[in-house]
């Protein structure tokens, strides 16, 4: 250790993320592509843009996503068994730049894409014009505070923790600080209107 990892240097430098240039079209792109010999399909929704909003609205980005994964599986999977699972994924990114990521992902039989697509589409506008299944929000709000439960006794949660707050130069104080209080259907619809 004293000679490989105690002659290394440390002090004095700072790094800063580098802009590489590459963002995400300011458009709807559709492809389709063909691969392997099965017939099966794999459908991936991305939804990308800057992100203006405050680290509240980033957690509320992260638990609407998680909405979003149970109203789009009942919709897409229980009413017209179009897939076996959902999964919904959400993050903002700080550098070089602020910038929101919220994916779907599923597969599904051949020939129903469209259907299926459509039909996530149906329950994002539902959230727009204001219909929010107000048991599915307390059962995210639930899980998440279930969850954090655990996470204070996990060293991976921790760690990412800490470093995620010495990245974005925040107070350790506010790891404990995560609260559902603020959530809200009203919230849910804000962000999906912006």
Same mark, same amino acid.
């Not at 592509?33 to 099965?38: A, P, R």
């Not at 897409?76 to 602020?98: A, C, I, M, N, W």
């Given at each position: /250790?004293?000679?490989?990892?105690?002659? %290394?240097?440390?002090?004095? #430098?700072?790094?800063?993320?580098?802009?590489?240039?590459?963002?995400?079209?300011?458009?709807?792109?559709?492809?389709?592509?063909s691969?392997?010999?099965?017939?099966?399909?794999?459908?991936?929704?991305?939804?990308?843009?800057?992100?203006?909003?405050?680290?509240?609205?980033?957690?509320? %980005?992260? %638990?609407?996503?998680?909405?979003?994964? #149970?109203?789009?599986? /009942?919709?897409?999977?229980?009413? %017209?068994?179009?897939?076996?699972?959902?999964?919904?994924?959400?993050?903002?990114?700080?550098?070089?730049?602020?910038?929101?990521?919220l994916?779907?992902?599923?597969? @599904?039989?051949?020939?129903?894409?469209?259907?299926? $697509?459509?039909? @996530?589409?149906?329950?994002?506008?539902?959230?727009?014009?204001?219909?929010?299944?107000?048991?599915?929000?307390?059962?995210?709000?639930?899980?998440?505070?279930?969850?954090?439960?655990?996470?204070?006794?996990?060293?991976?949660?921790?760690?990412n923790?800490?470093?995620?707050?010495v990245l974005?130069?925040?107070?350790?104080?506010?790891?404990?600080?995560?609260?559902?209080?603020? /959530?809200?259907?009203?919230?849910? /619809?804000? $962000?999906?209107?912006?």
């Amino acid at each position: /250790i004293t000679k490989y990892i105690g002659s %290394l240097k440390g002090e004095g #430098e700072v790094e800063s993320a580098k802009d590489l240039g590459i963002y995400s079209p300011n458009n709807v792109i559709k492809e389709e592509i063909s691969k392997g010999l099965e017939s099966k399909s794999e459908v991936e929704i991305i939804f990308s843009g800057e992100f203006l909003g405050t680290d509240d609205d980033a957690f509320s %980005l992260s %638990l609407f996503s998680k909405y979003l994964e #149970e109203e789009i599986r /009942i919709k897409v999977r229980e009413e %017209l068994s179009g897939t076996y699972g959902v999964s919904v994924f959400s993050f903002v990114r700080d550098y070089p730049y602020k910038k929101y990521i919220l994916g779907i992902y599923f597969g @599904c039989e051949p020939g129903r894409e469209e259907e299926l $697509i459509n039909a @996530c589409f149906s329950v994002i506008d539902k959230v727009k014009e204001g219909v929010v299944n107000q048991e599915g929000l307390n059962a995210v709000i639930n899980n998440f505070n279930r969850s954090m439960e655990l996470n204070l006794k996990n060293n991976d949660f921790w760690l990412n923790s800490i470093k995620n707050s010495v990245l974005r130069g925040k107070s350790f104080e506010d790891i404990l600080d995560m609260n559902t209080s603020f /959530i809200t259907k009203d919230k849910f /619809i804000t $962000i999906v209107k912006n």
